[in-house]
Every structure is written in C-alpha cells, then in structure tokens.
C-alpha cells in the first residue's frame, strides 16, 4: 500500500489532484441531494465538501486551484450568457429596468451597512471590505479591493481582506439560500402555482406571434398585386395563404387581389389592428382553412436549419418561394419566436415553420438541412473563441475620473456580456453560437462544481482556525449581517412593491450578489430558467457596481 501512501502526501501530482476534486465534487452533490426537513442545499454543498476536505489536511496546489476555479466560473456564466442571451433583450425591455433598479437598491443598501458596520465596531476598512466581498461572494470586488489598496499604499498588507472574505463567503452562499428558503416556507410558496402565475403574467411575450385571416374589403386594394400591403405598412408580416373563389393557394405577392379574398396572416399581435383597418374584418381562420388542411393540399412544419448555406444568406437571397414554392413564416430562436421577413438571415439551430404542400416541402427541407446529428454535434471552437473574447474584455481596464486605479468587468463579467451578445447577434456575422440544452446544461454543472469545490478547498485550511481564535466569529457574524439585511429588505420591496413571483425574486437576488451557487440551488429548485433570465438581466451592471463600491470604499475610508 506504499503507492497509495505516497499518492495522497504527493500534493503536486496530477492524479492526486483529481482525486481530491473528484472526491469533493462527488461527496457534495451527492450530500446536496439529502432532504432535511424537505430541504436540500443542493450543489452548494460541494463547497462545504470542499472546506471539510481542506481541514483535514487534503489541499491542492495554490496556483492550480485558483486556474480551476477561475476557469469553473468562466464555464458557468459563459453558458449561462448563451442560455438567456436572446431572452435577456425582451427582459429589458419588459421590466429590466425594474430588475436593475431592485439589484441597484441592494448594492446600495450593502454599502450603508458595510460603512455603518465600520463607525460601530472600529473594525478597519480593508477587512470590511474583505467581508463584505466574501459576504456578497464577489472575487472581482476582492481583487479591485486588492489592488486599489496596494496602490494606495505600498506598505499595506492585503491578506486582511483574504481572510476576511474567506471567513464571510460560506455564509455568503448559505445566507442567500436561507433567505430563498426562509421566503418560501413564511409566504408558504407553491412552485407550480408561480410558475403558473409566471406564465400567465407574461403570456404572449415570449411568442407574440399569431395566425388571423381578414376578409379583403377594401376598395383601395382591388386589382393590386399582394406586394401593395407590404409597401403601405411599416412593419413585418407575412401572408401565408389566400383563400381566392373557394379554393385555398399559397400567398405570393403577385397573386392580384380582389374583392373577398380571404388572406390569412402570420403577424406580430400588436399590428393586427392595423391589418383591420387597412383590409378588412377578422375571419375564423378554422372556418376557411381547415378542409385544405385535411386534404393535405397545405401543410405547415417545422424543421431545424443545420446546412451552412442556410445561415450565411438572407431569406431574400435564397429565393425559397420561387426555387420550392413554400413559405417560410416563422422563425424559432432560443425560445423566442418571430415572424421571418426577406432580411431575417438564419443561425444554425434555428427552428422555422414552412407552409406548402407536402413534396415541396420535402425538397425544401433539405436545403435547410434539418439534421438531428448536427444539431447534437458541440461546437467546441467557437464555444472557446467567445470565451477568449470574453476574457479579453473582462480583462480591459476602464479609467474612471477620482479612481486611483482602473477598474475591469473580469473573468465573470467579460464572458458573460460576449455570451449574451453572440447569442443575440452572433448569426449577424455568421457566427456558430449554438450549444444543444444537454451539453449547455453539462458545461454549466461542470463549471460551477470545479468553482465551488475550488473555493472550499482555498478556504478551508485556516477556516477553522480562523473562527475559533481572534475575531473570527465577529468577522463571520458581521458578513451575516452585510448578507441578511440588503437582501431581506430587497425581498420585501420586490414582492409587495415591485409585484415580482418568487422565480423572479430568486434570480434577482441572486443576480444583484453576483452569486453564482444561489442561482443553480434557485434553479435547481423550482426546476426553471427563469431565475436565470432575471439573473442574466441584472449581472452585468450589478458586477460593475460591485466593482466600484469595493475600490471606492478602500479609496474614501481606508
């Protein structure tokens, strides 16, 4: 059993490394899965695996667990940045501004109680701040803390706020989870009916679009050529259909209009009173349409782009009507729908619905591809190229008027914001973001397990020793407090103030914390994405904050 002896005192090695990362991570997901009470802490619990583990002696190589946890963190928020990108848009415009401004209420809230603590206890500046970033589990805030303080002053020792956050950040994690919990069990919350509620709040927002059928009425348009109805409208539709003297044809636009034509729609809700106006009275689309449906003249289906030369063109330039004679009417794209149009240009993965008979189809259908096994086939390179660009803008240093030194987004913030934006725009520059839910959701666990298990395998050599002797227990019930209060107060304003459900409450929380194991536990416990929606709403700007309250404390009360 020598070998064995000498595996586990070998600290350096590559295979005793593992094997600590995997016993950690196995260990807490397994524990985070164990109900007490009806109430598990989930994956969280791979960090206190990691504590236990480090106490007694089991640690890793300094350099190589900072590398793993760096780059579990990259993993986590860079598939969570594609998961909600193109969702996080519409959230904007939706009610964003009331999430950044909840999120924008908690970082102020912490700030008066970091500054509060400090004229009651005396406690210095630089270890409140180290308590307040293991409080609010914010590494970036701690390394611009850092460094904003050796270059105030070169003689200062920064381990201070190591410590400081080392002692506050399991509370850190723990605190935001109870706070989740504790609103569950006091408002007595039933999941299934938020997420209900959630829908119903929200139906129709994530797909706007809607088939309606009018009846030409209009003398203006009799004899003009279909196309006439796009020119004197602004916006985008498309027309489908067209029920002409009882029988049923594809729309085009130089079909000639007349007199009772029956045109049915694929149109943006919102426009359909313009539609109205301009044709004619709303018909039963079902009354029209239906029998063509059953004699299969006509058929709708959906089918997934997977061929490159269906994503590098425009609509307008693939010519699909005139080249297979259907329709393309709708686009489906990371969970929201839109009507295509001659300038929509298509990503890989897309789902789009074609409307035709059913042997053109079949021939359109493999100019888009529609190929299961590409769609499950990863793209690793251009996973790791946004990656890449991702870490180069977290790592820009912005210059602020009456800052010593230079603030950056960091290794979180960079990766989430380019995430985001290809998710949202990559298909504009041709750009292949897509990442099947299966290997999105199997990046993202590996991620945040590699970062948590990291995190307590750094922390827990000294933990115990650090609450049992000194100010320990002081610093631990103080990062309490940085935690509980802010966010107490934030969870009451936004249920009763700002009529958010729990789903959104949880993702605001933990977005405005910057905290990613609260949202895998708000995710992994209502079984939702929503969380995750909110979450990617409020982390940019909340991170940025974090940033600066962290430097901006050091440089006024240090």
């Not at 908690?106 to 406690?123: N, P, R, S």
């Amino acid at each position: 059993m020598d070998w064995f002896f000498n595996l586990m005192t070998n600290h350096e090695s590559v295979a005793y490394t593992v094997i600590i990362y995997s016993i950690v991570i196995a260990v807490g997901v397994a524990l985070g899965k164990v109900r007490i009470g009806g109430v598990s802490f989930g994956i969280a619990c791979v960090l206190f695996a990691g504590i236990a583990v480090s106490h007694f002696g089991f640690t890793v190589n300094g350099e190589v667990q900072h590398f793993v946890k760096e780059f579990g963190l990259i993993l986590f928020v860079y598939t969570i940045g594609l998961q909600v990108g193109p969702g996080f848009f519409a959230s904007f415009q939706r009610e964003g501004v009331k999430f950044n401004a909840l999120a924008v209420l908690v970082v102020g809230l912490c700030m008066l109680t970091v500054i509060a603590l400090h004229y009651l206890t005396g406690i210095d500046m630089p270890t409140m701040v180290g308590i307040m970033s293991g409080a609010v589990t914010n590494t970036p805030g701690l390394g611009a803390a850092q460094a904003t303080l050796s270059d105030l002053s070169s003689t200062a020792s920064d381990s201070v706020l190591s410590t400081g956050y080392a002692v506050a950040y399991p509370f850190g994690v723990l605190g935001i989870i109870l706070v989740m919990l504790g609103m569950k069990a006091f408002l007595r919350i039933n999941i299934e009916a938020e997420k209900r509620l959630h829908s119903f709040k929200h139906r129709g927002e994530h797909s706007t679009i809607v088939r309606i059928a009018f009846q030409l009425e209009n003398p203006a348009l009799f004899g003009k050529k279909l196309n006439a109805i796009r020119q004197t409208l602004d916006f985008n539709f498309i027309c489908s259909r067209i029920l002409k003297n009882g029988e049923v044809i594809l729309a085009n636009d130089h079909i000639i209009l007349e007199k009772g034509d029956i045109i049915l729609f694929v149109v943006d809700k919102q426009y359909t009173e313009k539609l109205n106006n301009l044709i004619g009275a709303v018909v039963k689309t079902e009354e029209y349409f239906t029998e063509a449906a059953k004699e299969k003249k006509f058929i709708s289906r959906r089918i997934n782009v997977t061929q490159k030369e269906a994503y590098t063109k425009k609509l307008s330039e693939m010519n699909i009507y005139e080249r297979f004679g259907v329709t393309v009417t709708r686009v489906y794209r990371a969970g929201i729908e839109f009507v295509a149009s001659p300038d929509t240009k298509l990503q890989f993965g897309d789902t789009i619905t074609i409307v035709g008979d059913e042997e053109r189809i079949k021939t359109a259908t493999k100019e888009f591809g529609n190929s299961k096994k590409r769609l499950s086939t990863p793209h690793i390179a251009e996973l790791f190229l946004g990656i890449t660009l991702g870490v180069l803008l977290g790592s820009i240093p912005f210059n602020i008027p009456g800052i010593p030194v230079p603030v950056k987004l960091g290794l979180a913030g960079g990766p989430l914001i380019v995430a985001i934006l290809i998710s949202r725009y990559g298909g504009r520059l041709s750009v292949t973001h897509y990442v099947s839910q299966s290997a999105n959701l199997m990046i993202r666990e590996i991620g945040i397990v590699l970062f948590l298990a990291s995190v307590g395998l750094g922390a827990g050599q000294n933990f115990i020793k650090t609450i049992t002797e000194g100010d320990g227990l002081l610093w631990m019930g103080l990062g309490a407090i940085i935690t509980l209060v802010p966010l107490l107060v934030t969870a009451w304003i936004s249920r009763w103030r700002g009529k958010l459900n729990y789903l959104e409450t949880c993702g605001l929380l933990a977005g405005a914390s910057t905290d990613p194991p609260a949202l895998a536990f708000a995710n992994d416990s209502t079984g939702s994405d929503v969380p995750a929606l909110t979450y990617a709403s409020v982390y940019p700007l909340t991170t940025f904050m974090r940033i600066m309250v962290a430097q901006l404390l050091i440089v006024f009360f240090a």
